[in-house]
Antibody, heavy 122, light 109 residues
Framework: QVQLVQSGAEVKKPGASVRVSCKASGYTFTSYGISWVRQAPGQGLEWMGWISTYNGDTNYAQKFQGRVTMTTDTSTSTAYMELRSLRSDDTAVYYCARAYCLSPTCYSFDYWGQGTLVTVSS | SYVLTQPPSVSVAPGQTARITCGGN??????VHWYQQRPGQAPVLVVY???VRPSGIPERFSGSNSVNTATLTISRVEAGDEADYYCQVWDSTSDPNWVFGGGTKLTVL
């Protein structure tokens, strides 16, 4: 069965960086991209970006350009999301989700990780 | 950026039908996806491409999309359907490309 298993909760100070991992299993990793979505406490879902696990191409939301980097390691079927220069309003649960794109269209997020809570506090 | 508008809350009695709307400019020309998120859990896809149910999703969940409004309909509502529901579209001309609605809290009375 398809599973996306994320790394554990993190506590960071303002200005620091965080890297969240997302290990996929149960399917061919390079056949589907990975999107990252975050959810601040009590708030809605916010899409951050997408990475092709096939060739490493990325597509970041403008809001996060320059602060986020998404990568993959195909040898371990793992995707990573690094967010830098953390602020208190980056406190959120970060989710990875499987996301298929076939140019020029992308589709729904059919499987999600369990989420990783990142807390930014001095 | 493309904006999706959902009502903050919808309330329905058990056994009745809940309808959750998602408004957007010419949304009828886009594919709409719906997610259910129970408290403390990750979102789950319940309808994709306007009206298609993934495997394992009950037939009680259905979707439609026309002109400026997409609708998620939940028939014979059960207590376990109480959750937040989000609509989503992909828009290659927008930033961000994937857009979520603000979410609707479904309360089962």
């Amino acid at each position: 069965q398809v599973q996306l298993v994320q790394s554990g909760a993190e506590v960071k100070k303002p200005g620091a960086s965080v890297r969240v991992s997302c290990k996929a299993s149960g399917y061919t990793f390079t056949s589907y991209g990975i999107s990252w979505v975050r959810q601040a406490p009590g708030q809605g879902l916010e899409w951050m970006g997408w990475i092709s696990t096939y060739n490493g191409d990325t597509n970041y939301a403008q809001k996060f350009q320059g602060r986020v980097t998404m990568t993959t390691d195909t040898s371990t079927s793992t995707a990573y999301m690094e967010l830098r220069s953390l602020r208190s309003d980056d406190t959120a649960v970060y989710y990875c989700a499987r996301a298929y794109c076939l140019s020029p269209t992308c589709y729904s997020f059919d499987y999600w990780g369990q989420g990783t809570l990142v807390t930014v506090s001095s | 950026s493309y904006v999706l508008t959902q009502p903050p809350s919808v309330s329905v009695a058990p056994g009745q039908t809940a309808r959750i709307t998602c408004g957007g400019n010419n949304i009828g020309s886009k594919s709409v996806h719906w997610y259910q998120q129970r408290p403390g859990q990750a979102p789950v896809l319940v309808v994709y491409d306007d009206s298609v149910r993934p495997s394992g999703i009950p037939e009680r969940f259905s979707g439609s999309n026309s002109v400026n409004t997409a609708t998620l309909t939940i028939s014979r509502v059960e207590a376990g359907d109480e959750a937040d529901y989000y609509c989503q579209v992909w828009d290659s001309t927008s930033d961000p490309n994937w857009v979520f609605g603000g979410g609707t809290k479904l309360t089962v009375l």
